[in-house]
């Protein structure tokens, strides 16, 4: 099982990670408090371990927009939060496949509610994360999950921290997805992130 630290924002924030070596690190491009530039991102890349994937967290972006960012090395992996469908993705992995490149591998974000309501999940994802909302921060029902056969690996992210990630691992998902339970009062708390990675490893056989 994997581990994501998401929402990354500061010099010191790369530090940690470095030193708790998550398997993958998330930079947000799109409205929120952990917001960073394409700039900045760079900047952050440059200084994290290059055993640590970097993943860009997008909302309905222009697809140009990803692909510069994928093709100056500043991502490696798409996660999508927004309405995106399959033609998106589609034109996403073609546009990143330019000049003999592979196509970037997408995340596509799927709410609980809707597998509530049995919503289609796009094919053209390499992956799904499933959450209660855009970033709410807050766990949904699990029982969901026993109910439902994904076609594609799947991370598990809303509301996951120290209180909860034992019975989140226990659902098996590819990966977990963490960003506000590895903070304290809204900034990334390095004591929480050496922890949850440790749980992580120390839980699960790493595949």
């Known amino acids: 099982m994997k581990i994501k630290i998401c929402g990354l924002f500061r010099e010191q924030d790369i530090d940690y990670v470095n030193e708790a070596r998550p398997d993958y690190a998330g930079f947000v491009f799109t409205e929120s408090k952990r917001r960073v530039s394409g700039e900045f991102a760079a900047r952050l890349r440059r200084r ?65 509610a809707e597998l509530e309501q049995n919503v289609p999940l796009a094919a053209e994802a390499d992956y799904y994360l499933i959450d209660s909302g855009a970033g709410s921060g807050k766990p949904f029902n699990w029982e969901l999950i026993n109910s439902f056969k994904f076609e594609k690996p799947w991370f598990l992210a809303g509301g996951l921290g120290l209180d909860n990630i034992e019975q989140a691992m226990a659902l098996n998902p590819c990966a977990l997805d963490i960003s506000s339970g590895a903070e304290t009062d809204g900034i990334k708390d390095r004591e929480k992130i050496v922890q949850l990675v440790s749980m992580v490893r120390k839980g699960k056989i790493y595949e």
């Open 48 to 112: 994290l371990s290059d055993d640590i994937v970097p993943v860009g967290v997008f909302v309905n972006a222009p697809p140009a927009d990803i692909v510069t960012l994928y093709h100056d090395n500043v991502i490696a992996i798409v996660q999508l939060h927004g309405t995106e469908d399959g033609e998106y993705i589609a034109r996403l992995k073609t546009a990143s496949a330019a000049g003999g490149r592979k196509p970037v591998e997408v995340i596509k974000t799927i709410k609980s």
